[in-house]
């Protein structure tokens, strides 16, 4: 009777218990199977990335380096990119002027497109540098300047050789487009030719003398003495100038500048007879940093005497003042006071004063107004306005400081 009754009880267990007993074994089995299917990917994984990497590795050794690239052409330590050696800079200036009031022999036309000048500039190699400007006005094209320039030379020599404007002073060497009047004074138009001024094709040599305070520059021309100024009948008659100019920074915000020239050769009033020429400039300059695009203050003089050998008078001599002060960011004002001998004849002065504006809308533009008054040395008196559109485009470099 016991003996049934625990059959009986563990059948009924049995009954209970089966079915929870067979779904854990069934579990297990499936962990199992993805316990091993997840070893298997990862060992394939593993493979595959170290066969990745031995390949790379056999392309790497496989590969022969790349050479360095050379080095870019250099002038004074400028690097220059390979393209310039065929495209140089262009850049292209015009120049409006307009004028209005009266003037003894008509003075400038009412309205003109006073000149356009086209710029070429680049490294040649890494020893010499180019620069070309061709010059478009009313009545002519012609070479303003092109010459080749050797910034290498020993004994920390410069050499220019083509066709340049003369060292002499600091109007005379700047471009139009540079002058900061619309005009240029009557010492230069009396004595040093006007706007085409000295500019020969010749060889220039200068050297400069650094320190710590300031610097001083030399510089000896001799050009082949054709100019508005000098005539060359024959070989021979060769111009020479001679140039010393000296800079300081008196304070960070304050300048100085000091120069003296002279230039020599043959003129139009016989074979052997010949012009001299003696200029001395002085600048100063006023930018404080902080204010730099706003503010600036400059005042400058030049002086020029002339002798010609065939007169017996006293030499002709010329000056200009000129003030500048920048009182807003585009805005500038100036005035200038001229007074200048006529070159054949020291009895005769002609004097004037004008007084400019300046608006600059952009570094690549300006317009530009000047009020002018003039007392020539003959008794006639004028009194014009001028004034000036001035646009750039293209890589113009700069011009000397």
């Known amino acids: ?123 040649v190699d890494p020893y010499a540098r180019a620069d070309v400007f061709l010059t478009f006005g009313p009545e002519e094209v012609g070479v303003e300047e092109a010459f080749i320039t050797f910034p290498t030379l020993p004994a920390g020599l410069l050499m220019k050789v083509g ?22 004074p009557l010492m230069t138009q009396n004595l040093v030719g006007g706007d085409e001024g000295l500019a020969d094709s010749g060889i220039s040599l200068s050297r400069l003398f650094p320190n710590n305070f300031a610097f001083l520059e030399a510089t000896g021309q001799v050009y082949q003495g054709n100019s508005e100024i000098f005539v060359a009948e024959k070989r021979a008659d060769v111009a020479y100038v001679a140039h010393l100019r000296g800079y300081r920074d008196l304070t960070e915000s304050t300048n100085l500048d000091l120069g003296g020239s002279f230039a020599q050769g043959h003129n139009d009033a016989g074979p052997d007879q010949t012009t001299r020429l003696w200029g001395a400039d002085l600048t100063f300059r006023y930018r404080p940093l902080r204010r730099s695009i706003y503010t600036h203050f400059l005042a400058r003089a030049e002086a020029t005497w002339s002798r010609r050998s065939e007169l017996t008078g006293p030499s002709s001599f010329g000056a200009y003042g000129y003030l500048e002060y920048q009182f807003a960011r585009r805005w500038t004002t ?68």
Request: charged share 20%.
């Open 1 to 123: 009777m016991v003996t049934g009754r625990i059959s009986l009880c563990f059948c009924l267990l049995l009954a209970f218990t089966g079915p929870s007993f067979a779904q854990t074994t069934e579990a297990d089995r499936l962990k199992a199977e993805l316990e091993a299917l997840r070893l298997e990917f990862t060992n394939r994984i593993a493979d595959l990335e170290a066969r990745l990497k031995t390949v790379e590795a056999a392309n790497a050794t496989a590969a022969s380096p790349a050479p360095p690239p050379a080095p870019p052409a250099q002038m004074g330590g400028a690097p220059a990119s390979s393209s310039k050696m065929f495209n140089p800079d262009i850049a292209a200036i015009g120049n409006f002027v307009g004028a209005a009031g009266k003037s003894p022999g008509g003075g400038e036309p009412s309205l003109e497109f006073n000149e356009a000048e086209v710029s070429f500039q680049a490294v």
């Open 163 to 184: 066709k340049m404007r003369d060292a002499f002073g600091k109007i005379n060497a700047s471009h139009t487009h540079v002058v900061p009047f619309t005009d240029r």
């Open 334 to 401: 100036g005035a200038r006071f001229d007074t200048s001998d006529r070159a054949t004849d020291a009895s005769i002065t002609d004097k004037g004063a004008s007084f400019l504006m300046t608006f600059k809308p952009s570094e690549f533009s300006l317009v530009r107004g000047q009020y002018r008054h003039t007392r020539f040395g003959d008794g006639v008196k004028s009194n014009e306005f001028l004034f000036q559109f001035l646009f750039s485009i293209g890589a113009h470099a700069a011009h000397p400081f």
